[in-house]
């Protein structure tokens, strides 16, 4: 018995595996002559915590696992584990473990009064999870016993466990056959031996067969992903191809539209341009014909003649220049005003500031003359 094997059970038996347990309680079975073979596989394994694959199918409440596993006559229904709890113990918890229960009792092995590390017992533990119906079969079970005058395991170790699966009497039977068969005896070593060998070579088959099985598996569900993923792969690159060509056919019609914009952005500037130039050309040669014709009809006396009007020397009521020989009076700020206009009633102060006019402004007066010499002589 390997590792490996009882770890595939341990794990099963929690699972509820009980095609695979069947399996490894078959290719260790006993051999004709009712003895266990040194290479057996022993039902009374342990895990971490020291609970049995019986212990473990009663925690899962795995009614089909129980049952094959108390089909061994070789089995320790009594087994604790680190907490000092029974198999027993574990199926009277479970609120659906009835039927365990009754698989349970079935062995008259079962130690009922087993305590735990805090004292409880199997009773205990069906009254805290309110399995009234689990409770019910342990006491007539009990009660049964009592009445059979039934004693615990430890006082018949050396008594006949005819009630054990008749392991006893498949025992004695195979010594009879031995004795009646002594002349067989070699033959039937021989057998023995090839039936060990043979249980060892199906233990080895059977593990590899398990790991070949996981490996297959795993090889199937590593190439459905690729396979899907391949598919993904294929579908997104064809979305992206359909993207990148409709994107194309997109970027297109707009750079063509971009350019047919351009192009009219152009031709109106150019037109633009065409007609900014000719009108700058027009006003150009009206320009030099105006210049041409004052070439032409050049006079530096009329050059010399002031023919326009200096806006300083306006009256700022009758808007008239103040020509000489008009006087010209002033306010306090010296705002001018003509003499005409300061002479009239409805002038009584500085138009501009409003202010009182004091006297003349004898330097615009000045002004005038300098700036009007034709006009002083005229007058």
């Known amino acids: 018995m390997t590792a490996r094997t009882v770890e595939i059970f341990l794990t099963c038996c929690l699972d509820g595996d009980a095609r695979v347990i069947g399996r490894i309680l078959k290719k260790h079975r006993k051999s004709w002559t009712g003895i266990i073979s040194n290479n057996s596989f022993n039902i009374n394994c342990i895990d971490s915590s020291s609970r049995s694959g019986l212990m473990l199918a009663c925690i899962g409440n795995r009614k089909d696992v129980v049952d094959l596993i108390l089909s061994r006559a070789d089995l320790d229904v009594n087994m604790v584990d680190i907490f000092g709890a029974t198999s027993l113990m574990y199926a009277s918890k479970n609120s659906e473990g009835l039927e365990v229960v009754k698989l349970l009792l079935e062995r008259k092995d079962l130690d009922l009064d087993e305590k735990d590390e805090d004292g409880k017992t199997a009773e205990d533990f069906a009254t805290e999870s309110g399995n009234q119906d689990i409770l019910q079969i342990i006491r007539e079970e009990r009660s049964n ?158 050059l010399l003649r002031p023919s326009h009007s200096y806006s300083e020397l306006e009256c700022p009521v009758c808007l008239e220049e103040m020509k000489p020989p008009m006087r010209i009076w002033q306010c306090v700020s010296g705002h001018a005003v003509c003499e005409g206009c300061r002479k009239s009633p409805l002038v009584r102060d500085c138009p501009t500031c409003r202010q009182k006019i004091v006297g003349r402004n004898i330097l615009a007066e000045k002004l005038a003359r300098t700036l009007y010499p034709n006009e002083d002589q005229e007058k």
């Open 145 to 302: 016993r009592m009445g059979a005058v039934w004693t615990r395991p430890e006082t018949i170790k050396e008594e006949n466990c005819s009630d054990s699966e008749h392991s006893l009497e498949d025992e004695a039977e195979s010594e009879e056959e031995i004795e009646t068969f002594n002349d067989d005896r070699s033959a039937v070593g021989e057998e023995e031996m090839y039936q060990e060998q043979e249980i060892l070579m199906d233990e080895n088959m059977f593990v590899k067969t398990e790991v070949i099985a996981k490996l297959n598996e795993r090889m199937e569900k590593e190439a459905n992903e690729v396979a899907g993923k391949e598919k993904d792969y294929l579908d997104k690159i064809s979305l992206i191809e359909e993207n990148f060509q409709m994107e194309k056919v997109k970027i297109e019609q707009i750079m063509e539209q971009k350019v047919k914009d351009l192009e009219l952005v152009y031709l109106g500037q150019k037109k633009a341009a065409q007609e900014s130039f000719t009108k700058e050309k027009d006003k150009s040669d009206r320009l030099i014909s105006k210049l041409q014709a004052a070439k032409e009809n050049f006079d530096m006396s009329k």
